[in-house]
């Protein structure tokens, strides 16, 4: 059945001129047929955007404390009122505090006769945007009082601020750590890839030994060695590093495996032939051809070093506050007491769960489109 | 005719089986154990042989693209003789300027990733003998000569048919203006239309362009009307070297017959009447004493079994290796019992289909 | 369908659904099998002689499907004959008929067995589902099959795996279990393309001896007109999922009618004379894409002897040039014509 498939490929090209179109807008073309891909790719996007504007997006800023309202659950936004009222304009109902008369603690409640009225680009807290400039523009906000999408913590602290916050830290140290195992892992296998025999065997003896150490206590025993008194950004580094140290195992047999088979190819030894230098092979032949295939990989890579922060923060050993990741919020939903009394507390849960469905998703359209040329 | 190309004695073995971490290998594939023969510029010389022959090891390392385990090529090069084995990285690469080879699947010998004008004149631009205009004069010189359509070269090889590909592989094969090609199986892959117009293009550019082929193939009939002379090789060794009409109609090597014997003639009034070979192809790791082919001779004697037969000149031109040579009165392509089967005219099987 | 017919396809159309689009692949093919004889359909790569062949047994692949024709298969046990277009895809009844009336054997033969199981053990398995025989019968049957093919030591061969067989006795083997039920039709997809010159001899003998001692019935897909030549009695040739020639093989090759044809011997080198070497004639151009079909008669871009508003504007109808040679072609049906004022 290869010739009606080839033709395929060929008859793309009369819609689309393929016979014109380069790696990546093959692969592209393959990877919009992805369904489940494009739902990913969206989703990203809309973390993404969320992590890069997230003091913008936020009602509030993350430190902020709301002294009357601590611990209570989610604020619904509004279109009807209690009496069925239409309002154009979205709202929540205000809230009152009031001591409950036996434990006498503070507690929040909701007020019908008010409403606060949600409004764009509203005034709030002062923050530095990406810590170039001041202002205090916020995309949203609730005139007359406060709004709590996510609820609150103990401390009053607004959940929906910071989740778009941690969604910064967490998909900066994804980021952080996936590159850093990236360039481990791209040096090391080419390495092994490219000289062979001893080395190579040497290399991957190493990482079937790395790989087969749990890689829980790995972690733990790692991150325990760092030093407490480390400022946030350093643990932060540091944990990025772990990571790292981590990931590069698998991307390393990637590039090992896919340049072997490269090596191979007749077009290689054609290159070679043709007169080519072994750096031109390696930049103009290899390079491109396994770039995809790298791609991917650092895909399927990104949310295994996502589960990692989120674990290791949850577990009170990565990152610590005030640095504020998903995993360092969960921290903060361990004990039953909170998870019965505040649920909400386990949203930015949900975000790590749509992170890594939404990194897989794409990781699947990835693979299938990574070798356009596939008969 | 001049001589071109010398082979003396060349081996190539790869190591199997690693015992240990720094152990020693545990054999050796002989995928070309010992090959002599020459090749007279301007010429054809046919390479065949079933897979698991070598032969496509061998026209590789006729290149050194990969490297013998020993032997000698000597090539002759504008009046010197050039030692090819005794060549640095940068005289071998300068060597194949000289040198180059054309693959059996045009699929995998083309880099997706590169537009066909960049495959083409990639061999200028890393050998650094020509850019901008020249680059692409010399480009599109040779993809028409190659018959392609020069409107495509800014197209992806993924857009032409197998066909168009070799063509394209041709093309930079030649860009350098070679003296001296390796066909791999060029035409094998390939269509029987579109096998015709190739080897009818290998056939004009090798009078055009003064060429010298070493042609593999495992399609025996395309190396008939390829080929001047013909080799056939069994286990990583030359069994016979003859012009082509000699090796096909009078064949010396028992091997030689059973391969000519097989070759399915499309007429359907020769019936074919092969000469079948017992048992299996022993491997080239473990070859067999004697003779490589004694296993499966059926005129094998005892001599055959304990002496290795030389490649000799049996008659002028026509090599042989084999004891045997001058008593066995072999049968070769074409000998088919003719019109042995019943007529076919009058089977009326087939109907009208409506 | 006539006394000796055991399959018999009609007016046969194959679409590939892409992306919703239907494309045909085969348009309107009709061809008879007679009992004892072996029937090539030739083509060149994309010309739907492997999509007919899968159609046959109804296992083409999900974005392949018959859109109309049929295909009646006169068993033989004298019952009335049975359309395969109207039993269901998957359903017992085709599930029957495959391996027990109508074999099929592949160009790689590693794809019909498993890795994990001896030789014995799979040809065995399909002798005691189809035949509800004994464990011990089976492996008796298993090692007389294996001789039959031309397995040398059939009593050891029957506990190998399929590793330790070469290409040409797994192509042997293939055979044997295809043999297993005693089919009476047998398919074959390209079976020598993959074999060395003197295997292929072996097989195609093999097949030969088949068709001979059982009378075996063949359908025999294949590119190379010389395999044809020696094997087949009766040939169709195909070009982009249509037939346009069909007749014994001696009408064929001897007295060939339309242009494809033609070229198509011409275009293959021949062993006739070697002393002179000379061009082959080829074909120009190259088969265009499914997608690209050209109006009319498919062939006419690449043809010489292409009649301008006729050739491109409709296919040309068949056109029965002897109760057993027929073409595609409007030459002969202009030639018909004259012949008929």
Known sequence: MTAPVQAISLRKGRLKRPEMATQWQLMWWKFKKHHMALVGMSLLAAFVFSAVFAEFLSPAVPSERNNSYLASGPMGIHFFDAEWDFHARPFVYARTTKRDPVTLRKLSVVDESNHWPIEFFVRGST????????????????????????????????????????????????????????????????????????????????????????????????????????????????????????????????????????????????????????????????????????????????????????????????????????????????????????????????????????????????????????? | MSKLLKITDIKVHFPIGKAGFFGRPAGYVRAVDGVSFEIQRGETLGLVGESGSGKTTLGRAVLRAIEPTGGQIVYEHDGTSVDIMALDRKGLRAMWRHMQMIFQDPYSSLNPRMTVRDVIGEPLIANKLAKGSALSDRVVDMAQRCGLDVEHLGRFPHAFSGGQRQRIAIARALILHPEFIVCDEAVSALDVSIQAQILNLLADLQVQLNLTYLFIAHDLAAVAYACDRVAVMYLGQIAEIAPTEKLYYTPKHPYTEALMSAIPEADPSRVMQPVFLTGERPSPTNPPDGCRFQTRCRYATDACRTSIPKLREHATGHWVACHHAEELTLKGALEHGVAARPAHLDSPTIQAGT | MQNDVILEVHNLHITLDFDGEDIPVVQGIDFELSAGKVLALVGESGCGKSVTSQALLRLLPRELRITSGQINFQAADGQAPVDFVSLAKDGKKIREIRGNQIAMIFQEPMSSFSVLHTIGNQIGEVIRLHLKASKAEARALTVELLDKVGIPDPARAVDQYPYEFSGGMRQRGMIAKALACNPSVLIADEPTTALDVTIQAQVLELLRRLKADDGMSMIFITHDLGVVAQIADDVAIMYMGRIVEKGPVGEIFGNPQHPYTVSLLNAIPRLGDLSARRELASIRGSVPSLFERPPGCAFHPRCDSFMEKLCDAQPPPLTRLSPIHEVRCFLHQAAEKEAAL
């Not at chain 1, 296998?189 to 000289?195: E, L, P, R, S, V």
């Not at chain 1, 990025?240 to 981590?246: N, S």
């Open chain 1, 127 to 375: 923050y530095k945007f990406w810590g170039l400039f001041e202002t205090d523009i916020h995309l949203f906000g609730a005139k007359g009082g406060f709004i709590h999408l996510f609820g609150t913590d103990t401390l009053g602290r607004d959940v929906f601020t910071r989740t778009l916050h941690a969604t910064r830290v967490s998909l900066s140290v994804g980021l952080a750590g996936v590159s850093f195992a990236f360039i481990l892992g791209a040096i090391i296998g080419g390495i092994a890839g490219y000289f062979g025999g001893m080395i190579d065997n040497a290399i991957m003896r190493l990482i079937e030994f790395i790989r087969s150490v749990p890689s829980l206590p790995l972690w733990l025993a790692l991150s325990a060695a760092l030093p407490r008194e480390w400022s946030s950004f350093q643990v932060y580094l540091a944990i990025t590093v772990i990571l790292a140290l981590i990931g590069w195992t698998h991307l390393a047999r990637t590039v090992r495996s896919k340049l072997l088979a490269l090596r191979e190819e007749d077009f290689t030894l054609a290159a070679r032939l043709s007169g080519c230098t072994d750096m031109r092979i390696i930049l103009r032949h290899l390079l491109p051809a396994f770039m995809s295939y790298m791609i991917v990989d650092v895909t399927i890579a990104f949310p295994e070093i996502l589960l990692a922060e989120t674990s290791l923060s949850f577990l009170g050993l990565g990152l610590r506050e005030p640095v504020e990741s998903w995993g360092v919020l969960l921290y903060a939903a361990q004990n039953v007491r909170s998870i019965a009394h505040m649920p909400w507390l386990l949203i930015p849960g949900l975000f790590v769960v749509f992170a890594v469905l939404a990194f897989n998703f794409v990781g699947d359209g990835m693979r299938d489109a990574a070798d356009p040329y596939s008969k």
